[in-house]
């Protein structure tokens, strides 16, 4: 049974056709205290009009979704990369958001090096501590699943988001964000969300339907399917994490057919029973 005041929804849950303005105002009249918002959307919007309208609707930001992609071998594309990051955290900085969602980047078709990839990602992470910290937000380092590691992130387990954030020794700059989508399978997480410690600055909750139609884009709702987001949130919470459990559900062929009040409405619920 998770507190109403520590829930967030993030603005991917809402079918894509939903604006800004409509949904803060969804949030609002659910009184559902936080979310984390889509850079997209934030841009198409208007950065300074966002952080008016969610400042006005009285709605805490957990984090900014996101920026990275940092893994090219050719070294012009990599700095562009890493000059967008910068531009995020500002962005994140301007809406007062404690972090950015940083997503690494696959490997390179041009290389097919992942070890290399990887090395690419930790050497830019380092070049932009000191812009996260200037800004006062962190780079929540977001493992994700092993089956987008070609296109999307080198970064596939906790384990190694800790051997990273060992070696950048920027605690105050970088942290770990943990989605149960992405970690839920691996048999060292509780290890490593224990090793994690004050390092987890962001908790993402949404379920692995066990017939799944798409692996990016149908995410379940809590408690339809086989996460155990309760132990999960548990260990979390053993590791000293005091923030908002935020839902995050790509559902393309569910979820985001239906009528946003019913969305808000059965995680508010499921809030209570499933995690
Ligand atoms: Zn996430």
Known sequence: MLDPQRLSIH??????????????ELLARHRVPATSLWREK???HGVAATARLVADHG?????YCFAGLIASPDPSEAAAARDDVRRA???AAQLRAPCVV??????DARDRDIAAARARVLDGLAELVPHARAVGVRLALEPLHPMICATRSVLSTVKLANDWCDRLGAEDAVGIAVDTYAVWWDPEIGREIARAGARICSFHVSDWLADTQDLRLDR??????????AG?????????????VEVEIFSQRNWWQRDPDEVVRTIAERAQVAL
């Open 102 to 107: 940083f997503v690494a980047g696959g490997v």
């Open 220 to 229: 379940g709702m809590p408690g339809d399917g086989v996460i155990d987001l």
């Open 89 to 91: 955290l500002d962005e």
């Open 42 to 44: 934030t841009r198409a």
């Open 11 to 24: 603005q991917v849950t809402l079918p894509p056709s939903l604006a800004t303005p409509a949904f803060v």
């Open 59 to 63: 709605i805490a930001l957990t984090g």
């Open 232 to 244: 999960l949130r548990r260990q979390v919470e053993e590791a000293g994490y005091r923030g908002h």
